[in-house]
């Protein structure tokens, strides 16, 4: 290809880019990994489940980032998520921050990587202040680990 392709072609590059999940959903230096991904003893039944995000420990109020660009196609409050927020960045790929104290975005609005989507909390099924964060890919969850390098 010719450099004017290339060239031509990097704002779509760039913007496919934004749309991926990448870093860490928590300001820099808050929170810690409190519940893995995985198979897990459910602290509610004690029994063996999958746990479908990354729980991260923080301070009730601690701002929830956006880790990509999207449109937040859910905003709302969810019996065992309580409130939460679900993004979608196109290609199959979706993420999830739930537990939230308070919602700071609605259904249909465009984020970027670092908006603001709400706040740490312990709403619906939780045993205390944390975010659960997910990453979904064509609709099954994927291990948020993967994703949190920046």
Not at 59 to 68: C, D, E, F, I
Not at 81 to 102: C, F, K, P, Q, R
Not at 118 to 144: I, M
Request: charged share 25%; proline share 5%.
């Amino acid at each position: 290809r010719s450099l004017g392709e290339l060239v031509k072609d990097m704002p779509v590059q760039q913007e496919r880019i934004e749309r991926v999940p990448a870093g860490w959903p928590l300001p820099r230096g808050k929170g810690r990994i409190s519940s893995q991904f995985g198979y897990r003893r459910d602290p509610f039944s004690r029994r063996v489940r999958h746990h479908d995000g990354l729980d991260i420990s923080a301070q009730k109020g601690t701002p929830a980032h956006a880790t990509a660009r999207g449109k937040v196609i859910k905003a709302e409050y969810i019996s065992e998520y309580g409130n939460m927020v679900v993004v979608s960045h196109g290609d199959g790929l979706e993420t999830a921050y739930a537990h939230l104290s308070a919602i700071h975005v609605t259904r249909g609005e465009t984020v970027s990587r670092g908006d603001v989507v709400g706040l740490v909390g312990s709403t619906g099924k939780s045993t205390g202040n944390h975010l659960h964060y997910e990453v979904r890919l064509n609709g099954r969850v994927v291990n948020p680990a993967k994703y949190l390098s920046d």
